[in-house]
């Protein structure tokens, strides 16, 4: 499943979307207002977001009205897990979306980050052609489509793990996970 979530929160810094445990097994987003006096008490998003299966790793567009994020072993699946996009309408969330190909393949896509711009994704995927065992991939959009996702090649991708991307508001500056650079042992974290 999705490891290693991150919360998404909007560009103006007043709502944050994080993943929480319910019950057991189940997990679930929540969201959080920002107040005066601090964040407010998070709420369930509730459907058609949240479902019985496990919702995980939330991106937000800036302006709060997209939010891409991993599901896995849905009847909408591509593969294992996939990026899925919802869409603000007032104050009820679309259905949710499967990016679908080429973006979602028949391996794991997940721990989407979008960029500041709204145009570009940067994942973590399984898929074939890469330098490991996961990668970190891109994909723009561009006249109302996906692009086929681009390998961010050797100097970001080794033959072991890279996950979680991150990328700033800059869109320049990229943070992720690996087991692959030399670091300080298992799991470390790394900006390019």
Request: hydrophobic share 30%.
């Amino acid at each position: 499943f999705p490891s290693h979530d991150k919360p998404g929160v909007t560009a103006d810094g007043q709502t944050l979307i994080f993943t929480r445990l319910v019950g057991n097994s189940n997990e679930d987003f929540f969201v959080s207002q920002k107040t005066e006096s601090g964040w407010g008490i998070a709420r369930n998003l509730g459907e058609p977001i949240n479902t019985e299966q496990n919702e995980g790793t939330v991106s937000l567009s800036p302006d709060g009205q997209y939010i891409f994020y991993t599901a896995c072993n849905r009847r909408v699946d591509n593969g294992s897990c996939d990026i899925l996009l919802s869409k603000l309408d007032g104050t009820q969330w679309s259905n949710p979306v499967n990016l679908g190909p080429p973006v979602n393949g028949r391996t794991w896509e997940a721990q989407p980050s979008l960029s500041y711009d709204g145009k570009t994704i940067y994942f973590s995927s399984g898929r074939p052609g890469g330098f490991g065992k996961t990668d970190i991939w891109k994909t723009t959009y561009s006249n109302g489509k996906w692009s086929a996702p681009v390998n961010m090649g050797p100097e970001i991708n080794t033959e072991g793990d890279e996950q979680s991307p991150f990328i700033s508001k800059d869109d320049q500056t990229l943070y992720f996970n690996s087991d692959g650079h030399a670091g300080m042992g298992g799991i470390d974290l790394f900006i390019s």
